[in-house]
């Protein structure tokens, strides 16, 4: 199976390899248009921030062969948020793939839950294939600052200051906005759930 990472300078992307090395997938990390197009399945992953991230794909016109890809895709953290419509971190449109609009959480209201939402954070209202066999209320690792608010590509959400969607689906698209390879056990079950897609 040949796995493609997209590489557009985004941090945390070698954890995502180690991950999948572990579950004996070698991927490459590319931002070939060709070896993306060829690759059986597509992660892309990242932290960062939005505007930035967008610049990045822009500039390999990775913008623009993303939506068009027809294997599975799959977006970690800021790549749940790229493929949504436009995130207010910088004021950045994204790649519209998801309904989903992406803010800032707000604490005015409750000081004490800190952001970034930083740790381990339940799932909540499971559906669609990246969740299957995880239970409902499962453990899995968050840092974020911003996130994607509930639509119809939601397939799992979790709960910080605000309900937010945690897991996405949407055609060929999937995505989380936890890490996965930071997960544990379960994180590795999602991994396996989208290579097996």
């Known amino acids: 199976m040949k796995v493609a990472i997209i590489d557009y300078q985004a941090g945390n992307i070698l954890s995502v390899v180690y991950a ?3 579950l004996g997938v070698s991927p490459v990390l590319t931002a070939d248009a060709e070896q993306i197009q060829a690759a059986d399945k597509v992660i ?8 930035t991230a967008m610049e990045q794909l822009q500039a390999r016109q990775l913008d623009q062969l993303i939506p068009q890809l027809r294997q599975p895709v799959l977006g ?3 790549g749940l948020q790229l493929f949504c419509q436009h995130s207010a971190e910088g004021d950045t449109p994204c790649l519209g793939i998801f309904e989903a609009q992406v803010q ?8 004490a839950l800190k952001v970034p939402h930083m740790g381990w954070n339940q799932l909540q209202n499971l559906s669609g294939h990246l969740t299957r ?3 409902e209320g ?15 590509s939601t397939s799992g959400q979790a709960n ?11 055609d060929n698209f999937f995505a989380t906005q936890f890490h996965p390879e930071k997960s ?3 994180g590795e079950q999602i991994l396996q759930n989208f290579l097996k897609l």
């Not at 892309?44 to 505007?51: F, Q, W």
């Not at 800032?104 to 000081?111: A, H, K, L, T, V």
């Not at 499962?138 to 119809?152: E, G, I, K, M, P």
């Not at 910080?160 to 949407?170: I, K, Q, V």
């Open 104 to 111: 800032r959480f707000d604490n005015q209201s409750n000081p």
């Open 133 to 135: 066999g995880i239970t």
């Open 20 to 22: 999948l090395e572990r």
């Open 184 to 186: 544990g056990v379960v």
């Open 44 to 51: 892309l992953p990242g932290d960062g921030h939005a505007r």
């Open 76 to 78: 970690i953290c800021i």
């Open 138 to 152: 499962a453990y899995v690792y968050f840092v974020h600052s911003y996130y994607a608010t509930l639509c119809a």
């Open 160 to 170: 910080y200051l605000t309900p937010f969607s945690a897991t996405m689906e949407r």
